[in-house]
């Protein structure tokens, strides 16, 4: 699908697509977009030696295309061309996990990164969020907590962080703060989001903080 085709595609207003689309360009990065089925959540896969692939659902809105470049924004600035490394607590797993906890890792740095971005371009995005962090809360309610329900925990709570000012989220913030309370995980979790955002761009370094609190978590 072209980027043309995208506009047409989406709903909602296209000019923020527009301006990051020719930010790619002017970096010279090519980009892909397909369509995928309404059920099939949006995505941006990079790696290996294709260019970066946007999979955008049928009938979505413009703000879910905006949030995917948001992500080819930051793959441009950062130049890396693919997370390798992972948590190390996470050695010996399968392939597909550990490709799973690569994603996961690396999206939810991109999140606290980019922070408001989309809801500043697309304030009807701000459903959506809350939408997704009360679904993602609860399912991390479980006792006792996996090893990897704390490394979910922990992503979300880097996904999330650019919301927690907005008074719109304040409600669903205090069921994601009760529960890292009442683990113990609430100050370790701040702490490790403040030096993840203070390391902008440098991924070595995010990894170093995040797996940090990971280990004193688990
Ligand atoms: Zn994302």
Redesign the pocket.
């Known amino acids: 699908m072209t980027f043309k085709e995208v506009l047409n595609y989406v709903r909602g207003e296209t000019q923020p697509l527009q301006d990051l689309y020719d930010l790619a360009q002017r970096h010279g990065c090519a980009v892909e977009f397909v369509s995928v089925s309404k059920r099939t959540i ?3 896969e990079s790696g290996g030696d294709q260019p970066p692939l946007i999979k955008c659902p049928v009938g979505c809105h413009a703000h879910v295309v905006y ?2 470049l ?2 080819l924004k930051i793959f441009i600035e950062s130049e890396y061309s693919f997370f390798n490394k992972i948590p190390a607590e996470f050695n010996g797993e399968g392939t597909k996990v550990i490709e799973k906890i690569k994603n996961s890792f690396c ?2 740095v ?2 606290a990164w980019f922070g408001s971005a989309e809801i500043n371009a697309y304030p009807e995005a701000k459903d959506y969020w809350c939408k997704r962090l009360n679904d993602d809360i609860w399912p991390l309610a479980t006792n006792p907590p996996t090893r990897r329900a704390i490394f979910d925990m922990l992503t979300h709570w880097l ?1 999330f962080d650019p919301y927690r000012t907005d008074p719109y989220f304040s409600d669903s913030f205090k069921g994601f703060d009760h529960i890292f309370s009442a683990r113990g995980f609430l100050e370790l979790a701040a702490d490790m989001t403040t030096k993840v955002k203070s390391v902008c761009l440098d991924r070595d370094a995010a990894l170093y903080y995040f797996e940090e609190c990971l280990l004193k978590c688990v």
């Open positions: 949006a995505s941006f949030h995917e948001l992500h999206s939810s991109d999140h996904t």
